[in-house]
């Protein structure tokens, strides 16, 4: 009997949760403009009508006004406390059959410990009435991309991190994957991005764009992460079946002289759109075009992701869809 699978990003979707930058603590000056670049990704997504509802999820009632005053009649708003906006990694993973399947969280393996973390994917469930199957592990949901056929794509780096789950093996994890979410088969790739808090996770690195087809980036010149794609490449083209498509990379960006883990890999991809973060890179409108001819049937958007990305993720990592 076929297990249920999280569907492929580019199936359907009812609706999407987007998490609404919150808390001035932790934003300082760069609040502002991440509430404008996802309130830009949410009239993006919604496209006029044509997209699927977006739900902004703020923390408090004072984000919440902000919220409703930038976003108008594009999204609902509804609150819930959490620590930051990262739902893809907090918020729940839904299956083909309606379930919420809900993991435990430890802020990216103890690194950033914020209250309502912990919980927010049960609540967010919970409120849209969704049967919830608590998993008692921990797992974020940028750290998997699947194709829809059980097929799913990982790093080494972030599922076999000893803080993670010390006590499991590699077999156990995928024994767990399949258990939980119905993959039949792990593509483990090695490291993610330089510098990405995560710990490598895969929606910077690699994203399914069909079934059975990676994409993976092509490094630009000066690019600090080109072995990293460089072996991510090789690893999947010695998958059987498995096709592989190249994307450009934006290269080196630098935030106060830092190298950060820009990737134009995080999109998102909505009912009619293909949401690409941007970075004010040479490589940007080449990236949007490259992802508009994977999506014909969508329109790719580049949108300014620079002050999200201060946070450490860009449009995917802040929003999880509710598939239909």
């Known amino acids: 009997m076929t297990r249920p699978l999280p569907p492929a990003e580019w199936a359907p979707h009812k609706a999407v949760w987007i998490g609404f930058p919150s808390h001035p603590e932790l934003w300082e000056d ?65 299956l083909s059959d309606g379930r919420a399947m809900d993991f435990r969280f430890n802020g990216w393996g103890g690194k950033y410990d914020l209250p309502g973390d912990d919980d927010i994917g049960l609540r967010l469930a919970q409120r849209k009435r969704l049967s919830v199957e ?23 780096q972030c599922l076999l991190n000893p803080n993670r789950n010390p006590a499991l093996s590699k077999a156990e994890i995928e024994r767990r994957l399949h258990d939980d979410l119905g993959f039949v088969q792990v593509l483990w790739l090695g490291d993610g991005l330089m510098h990405d808090h995560t710990d490598g996770h895969i929606d910077n690195l690699a994203r399914f764009v069909a079934p059975g087809v990676l994409a993976i980036p092509e490094a630009a010149e000066n690019d600090p992460n080109w072995l990293v794609y460089q ?14 498509v190249r994307i450009p990379s934006p290269g080196r960006v630098l935030r106060d002289e830092e190298i950060v883990p820009a990737s134009y890999m995080n999109f998102y991809i909505g009912n009619a759109a293909v949401v690409v973060p941007l970075y004010g890179a040479p490589n940007d409108e080449a990236a949007v075009a490259a992802v508009q001819a994977l999506f014909p049937d969508r329109t790719a958007v580049g949108l300014r992701a620079d002050a999200i990305l201060t946070g450490g993720g860009s449009f995917h990592c802040i929003s999880q869809q509710i598939p239909v």
């Open 134 to 156: 608590s998993c008692d592990w921990i797992l974020e949901g940028g750290a998997l991309d699947g194709d829809g056929t059980g097929l799913v794509v990982t790093t080494e």
């Open 231 to 244: 072996r991510a490449a090789q690893a999947a083209a010695a998958v059987e079946g498995l096709e592989v």
């Open 30 to 94: 760069d609040l502002e403009p991440a509430r404008a670049e996802v309130t830009a990704f949410a009239r993006a997504v919604h496209a006029d009508g044509h997209g699927e509802r977006v739900i902004l999820v703020a923390a408090d009632d004072e984000a919440a006004k902000a919220a409703k005053r930038m976003a108008g009649d594009v999204a609902d708003v509804v609150v819930e406390p959490f620590g930051d906006i990262w739902l893809r990694d907090t918020g729940p993973i839904l």
